[in-house]
């Protein structure tokens, strides 16, 4: 058997499965998510050794520190996956809900249906979590969802994958509505998403590279962001703690995220005493700014910027600073630089807040809080199977409403048309 015939084989499995999935109603679909909980949870320690394996292997081969920070599973990290399928079994399911309905001159009844969406691929790199994130969240809509993770991780992916469908098999859960390709060729990605007629969505979750591939190759539509070049703006009107405490957070909490601040803008009105105050703070913490003319002459920490530092996505304790003449130039920095992701204001002014809010156009844009909260389970969506930064068919965290996609059902009774 081909590569192609492989994966041809687990595609129209999972068209099978999906067509089972669509007769499943909301009662049976949170029961297997809750056996599937509970089967992470009894195998927490199976997980782990899969997980302890794969990081040494991973270091062996030289993974970076952020790539081998997003592969690890610790204690909280599973905790974490087994929550948010139960907290996707909570939530309203919306399979089958009604988006609109009305009635023709002629008595034809039409009615807008939500429906799912078929076969959903999900390839992706290095964080196990996605493997229970995506699967919950495709079981809770009736998709069937072939996983794809990188081969840091398969050790963990199958052991996850193991613990999910065993427990939701015995709830119902239809056969191969959850598989995981475990061949670590890559041409298997290149074969899968080229499954013309047997995937209807690819997502692909990883670095730029990996995304570009997806999309020269892929057959059916595919939901990207290419990178998380997040920025802060400081406007003059700022109160100086909460921004370095908001701009600490989104850059030091988790600097290997796609919504980790990449970037902070600051007003020059204020910059010449809050970038000192900010230099001092993210220096303690180990971070390194590069910065423009105008931020080096303010504190000796900062370390000069070249061009490309200003679309870099850094992924790590690194930041770039540059200072401003007002908030009109930030957006337009930010519109040119940036990656449509999630963008951040600082600020008292209502004038300054509705500017940035109605004309930076990322898929998030904030006013006084951190980037870091774009994310499913923070936005109430449970758990997210991806940020896109597109603007069809979904924007921004995609949680179960942007699994979805719809039908019109017409009721007759006997019309035809002149």
């Known amino acids: ?224 962001h290419y990178k998380g070049v997040c920025h802060i703006y400081v406007d003059e009107n700022a109160h100086p703690e909460m921004a370095l405490k908001i701009i600490e957070n989104a850059k030091c909490q988790r600097p290997s995220v796609c919504n980790a601040v990449e970037k902070v803008l600051v007003h020059e009105k204020t910059a010449g005493t809050f970038i000192p105050l900010m230099a001092e703070k993210l220096s303690g913490r180990g971070v390194e700014l590069r910065g423009d003319e105008a931020a080096c002459a303010l504190a000796g920490a900062i370390k000069p910027a070249v061009e490309t530092d200003w679309s870099a996505e850094y992924l790590d304790l690194v930041l770039a600073v540059k200072v401003v003449k007002s908030v009109r130039e930030a957006i337009e920095h930010i519109n040119h630089y940036g990656s449509h992701h999630s963008d951040a204001i600082i600020t008292e002014s209502a004038r300054a807040r509705k500017m940035f809010l109605e004309q930076v156009d990322s898929a998030v844009v904030y006013v006084n809080a951190s980037t870091r909260f774009t994310d499913g389970g923070e936005f109430g969506m449970g758990a997210e199977i991806g940020i896109s930064t597109d603007k069809l068919h979904a924007r921004g965290p995609m949680g179960l409403e942007e699994l979805t996609a719809y039908k019109y059902q017409v009721l007759g009774s006997g019309q035809v048309r002149k």
Request: charge should be positive; charged fraction near 25%; glycine fraction near 8%.
């Open 1 to 224: 058997m081909t590569l192609h015939d492989e994966m041809a084989a687990i595609g129209s499995r999972a068209v099978v499965a999906s067509r089972r999935l669509a007769l499943l109603g909301s009662g049976k679909k949170n029961a297997i998510l809750e056996s599937m909980a509970e089967a992470i949870e009894a195998r927490k320690d199976a997980i782990k050794e899969a997980n302890a394996r794969d990081l040494e292997a991973a270091k062996q081969a030289g993974l970076s520190a952020p790539m081998l920070e997003r592969l690890a599973l610790t204690d909280a990290r599973v905790a974490a996956m087994a929550r948010g399928l139960r907290e996707i079994a909570a939530l309203k399911d919306p399979v089958g809900r009604t988006i609109r309905r009305w009635e023709r001159p002629n008595g034809l009844r039409i009615v807008k249906r939500r429906v799912p969406i078929g076969v959903i691929a999900i390839i992706y790199e290095s964080r196990p979590s996605v493997t229970a994130d995506a699967a919950g969240l495709c079981i809770k809509t009736a998709n069937a969802v072939i996983l794809r993770g990188g081969k840091e991780a398969l050790l963990s992916n199958q052991a996850i994958v193991n613990a999910m469908t065993a427990a939701g098999g015995g709830k119902g859960l239809p056969a191969d509505a959850i598989q995981l390709v475990t061949t670590t060729d890559r041409e298997a990605v290149r074969a899968l998403v080229g499954l013309e007629g047997l995937i209807d969505l690819v997502m692909p979750r990883g670095g730029e590279q990996l995304i570009r591939a997806v999309v020269e190759n892929a057959k059916a539509p595919v939901i990207k």
